[in-house]
């Protein structure tokens, strides 16, 4: 089993910047994949970054160049750095992981392809 527990939502104006934060415990190790997605009211949960063991990285190409995803495998901790925050990224932000996904540089995270869930951050940018 592997749990984690994301951090870091908030409020914040359009153009700023948040930091999510998702600690993992008990069966994980730096094999895993993890990544973050988001829910917006009424819509399908949708894949914003995942990275691999390796280090390989993916995004939705709303998020290129906005968001950064990065790993801490000794405090096993994964990373989303948020910055030019529009209206359109409100959302419960998620972190996911699985032993076994292959992460394509070319698309963004799917969410059927991983196991282990987290509670949810919430993330509301104002115009």
């Known amino acids: 089993q592997v749990h984690l527990v994301e951090s870091g939502g908030g409020s914040v104006q359009a153009g700023g910047s948040l930091r999510l934060s998702c600690a993992a415990s008990g069966d994980t190790d730096s094999r895993y994949s993890m990544g973050w997605f988001r829910q917006a009211l009424g819509n399908e949960r949708e894949g914003v970054a995942a990275?691999?063991?390796?280090?390989?990285?993916a995004y939705a190409e709303s998020v290129k160049g906005r968001f950064t995803i990065s790993k801490d495998n000794v405090k096993n901790t994964l990373y989303l750095q948020m910055n030019s925050l529009k209206p359109e990224d409100t959302a419960m932000y998620y972190c996911?992981?699985?032993?076994?996904?292959?992460?394509?540089?070319?698309?963004?995270?799917?969410?059927?392809?991983?196991?282990?869930w987290g509670q949810g951050t919430q993330v509301t940018v104002s115009s």
């Open positions: 990275i691999d063991g390796y280090g390989v990285t």
């Open positions: 996911a992981a699985d032993l076994r996904v292959w992460i394509n540089m070319n698309r963004a995270p799917v969410p059927a392809d991983f196991g282990y």
